[in-house]
Nanobody, 124 residues
Framework: VQLQAFGGGLVQAGGSLRLSCAAS????????MGWFRQAPGKEREFVAS??????????TDSVKGRFTISRDNVKNTVYVYLQMNSLKPEDTAVYYC????????????????WGQGTLVTVSS
């Protein structure tokens, strides 16, 4: 099982980044997918989730209207994207791609599978 996230980097406030995650090794096309983040010195928090069909999405309030989650179910690999616009310094965190058999919407506090994080740094 592998959830590989990439696309992080350094960006100025107001800029954009697109995170990607490639999930393989399970039938992730039947899994809800999402993103969590953990800022320095803070607890891990939910960011966005998407149902296995892609038809339902959910976001934490602080990113609504700025971030968009999407997915492509391609054969044995599921690709999940997080388009982040109008980035703010408070978006600085390590972002983790996650998968779970249950779609919790915005009430996601845990996940069956976690990928390694990708660091996003937003400078002011």
């Amino acid at each position: 099982v592998q959830l590989q996230a990439f696309g992080g980097g350094l960006v100025q406030a107001g800029g954009s980044l697109r995170l990607s995650c490639a999930a393989s090794g399970r039938t992730f096309s039947s899994y809800a997918m999402g993103w969590f983040r953990q800022a320095p010195g803070k607890e891990r928090e939910f960011v966005a989730s998407i149902s296995w069909t892609g038809g339902i999405t959910a976001y934490t309030d602080s990113v609504k209207g700025r971030f968009t989650i999407s997915r492509d179910n391609v054969k044995n690999t599921v690709y999940v994207y997080l388009q982040m616009n109008s980035l703010k310094p408070e978006d600085t965190a390590v972002y983790y791609c996650v998968a779970d058999a249950v779609f919790y919407g915005s009430r996601w506090s845990r996940a069956d599978y976690w990928g390694q994080g990708t660091l996003v740094t937003v400078s002011s």
